[in-house]
Protein backbone atom coordinates (compact mmCIF):
# COMPACT_ATOMS: atom_id res chain seq x y z
CA UNK A 1 0.00 0.00 0.00
CA UNK A 2 1.11 3.45 -0.49
CA UNK A 3 1.72 6.14 2.19
CA UNK A 4 2.04 10.02 2.33
CA UNK A 5 -0.09 12.62 0.70
CA UNK A 6 -3.30 11.61 -0.35
CA UNK A 7 -3.27 8.09 0.77
CA UNK A 8 -3.82 8.15 4.49
CA UNK A 9 -1.44 7.41 7.35
CA UNK A 10 1.84 5.33 6.80
CA UNK A 11 0.78 2.78 9.41
CA UNK A 12 -2.73 1.57 10.04
CA UNK A 13 -4.20 -1.40 12.29
CA UNK A 14 -7.45 -2.88 11.51
CA UNK A 15 -9.02 -6.06 12.19
CA UNK A 16 -9.47 -8.70 9.68
CA UNK A 17 -12.49 -11.33 10.43
CA UNK A 18 -12.27 -14.99 9.65
CA UNK A 19 -14.41 -18.22 9.36
CA UNK A 20 -13.09 -21.72 8.18
CA UNK A 21 -14.83 -25.00 7.63
CA UNK A 22 -13.32 -26.13 10.65
CA UNK A 23 -11.78 -26.22 14.28
CA UNK A 24 -10.36 -28.65 16.86
CA UNK A 25 -8.03 -29.41 19.24
CA UNK A 26 -4.93 -32.11 18.36
CA UNK A 27 -1.71 -32.87 19.54
CA UNK A 28 1.30 -31.62 17.73
CA UNK A 29 3.07 -33.16 14.80
CA UNK A 30 6.93 -33.92 15.03
CA UNK A 31 7.57 -30.72 13.07
CA UNK A 32 5.88 -28.39 15.67
CA UNK A 33 7.14 -30.48 18.59
CA UNK A 34 10.23 -29.67 17.35
CA UNK A 35 9.78 -26.10 16.62
CA UNK A 36 7.85 -26.14 20.16
CA UNK A 37 10.75 -27.14 21.87
CA UNK A 38 13.35 -25.20 20.11
CA UNK A 39 11.45 -22.14 21.04
CA UNK A 40 11.13 -22.79 24.86
CA UNK A 41 14.83 -23.90 24.86
CA UNK A 42 15.62 -20.19 23.31
CA UNK A 43 13.04 -18.12 26.12
CA UNK A 44 13.33 -14.92 25.88
CA UNK A 45 14.98 -14.81 22.61
CA UNK A 46 11.91 -16.86 20.89
CA UNK A 47 10.86 -13.47 18.49
CA UNK A 48 13.23 -15.02 16.51
CA UNK A 49 11.06 -17.57 15.14
CA UNK A 50 8.45 -15.17 14.45
CA UNK A 51 9.01 -14.39 10.33
CA UNK A 52 7.87 -10.87 9.32
CA UNK A 53 7.33 -9.63 5.64
CA UNK A 54 6.49 -6.48 4.25
CA UNK A 55 4.58 -6.94 1.07
CA UNK A 56 3.70 -4.12 -1.36
CA UNK A 57 -0.13 -4.41 -2.44
CA UNK A 58 -1.80 -3.55 -5.55
CA UNK A 59 -3.83 -4.22 -7.90
CA UNK A 60 -2.93 -3.68 -11.50
CA UNK A 61 -1.11 -0.64 -10.81
CA UNK A 62 -3.61 0.93 -8.78
CA UNK A 63 -2.36 1.25 -5.01
CA UNK A 64 -4.62 -1.11 -2.86
CA UNK A 65 -7.10 0.05 -0.86
CA UNK A 66 -7.28 -0.52 3.66
CA UNK A 67 -11.01 -2.80 1.79
CA UNK A 68 -9.01 -4.32 -0.55
CA UNK A 69 -5.82 -5.49 1.63
CA UNK A 70 -8.27 -6.84 4.43
CA UNK A 71 -10.56 -8.62 1.95
CA UNK A 72 -7.39 -10.28 0.87
CA UNK A 73 -6.18 -11.32 4.41
CA UNK A 74 -9.64 -12.18 5.46
CA UNK A 75 -9.49 -14.98 2.16
CA UNK A 76 -5.65 -15.93 2.38
CA UNK A 77 -6.67 -16.69 6.81
CA UNK A 78 -9.59 -18.90 5.42
CA UNK A 79 -8.57 -20.68 2.86
CA UNK A 80 -5.32 -21.95 4.77
CA UNK A 81 -5.91 -23.64 8.28
CA UNK A 82 -2.41 -23.65 9.42
CA UNK A 83 -3.08 -19.42 9.50
CA UNK A 84 -5.57 -20.49 12.12
CA UNK A 85 -3.74 -22.60 13.66
CA UNK A 86 -2.07 -21.71 17.63
CA UNK A 87 0.35 -23.83 19.89
CA UNK A 88 -1.27 -24.04 23.20
CA UNK A 89 -0.27 -25.15 26.09
CA UNK A 90 -2.21 -27.44 28.57
CA UNK A 91 -3.78 -26.55 31.31
CA UNK A 92 -1.02 -28.28 33.37
CA UNK A 93 1.63 -26.43 31.72
CA UNK A 94 2.89 -29.65 30.68
CA UNK A 95 1.83 -30.50 27.17
CA UNK A 96 1.74 -28.95 23.81
CA UNK A 97 -1.00 -28.98 21.82
CA UNK A 98 -2.30 -27.59 18.34
CA UNK A 99 -5.45 -25.52 18.07
CA UNK A 100 -7.36 -24.95 15.27
CA UNK A 101 -10.01 -22.10 14.99
CA UNK A 102 -13.38 -22.14 13.30
CA UNK A 103 -14.30 -18.24 13.22
CA UNK A 104 -12.19 -15.56 15.21
CA UNK A 105 -10.67 -11.87 14.77
CA UNK A 106 -6.93 -10.96 13.73
CA UNK A 107 -5.39 -7.41 14.36
CA UNK A 108 -2.80 -6.34 11.24
CA UNK A 109 -0.99 -3.22 11.16
CA UNK A 110 -1.04 -1.57 7.73
Known sequence: METGPGYGSAEETVTVGFRGDRSGRAP???GQRAIWHAIRRT???DHYFNIGRVLPLADRGRPATVAGATAALTALVERHESLRTRL????DGTE??????A???LPVTL
Open 103 to 105: TGS
Open 43 to 45: APN
Open 28 to 30: LTW
Open 88 to 91: ELSA
Open 96 to 101: AAQDLA
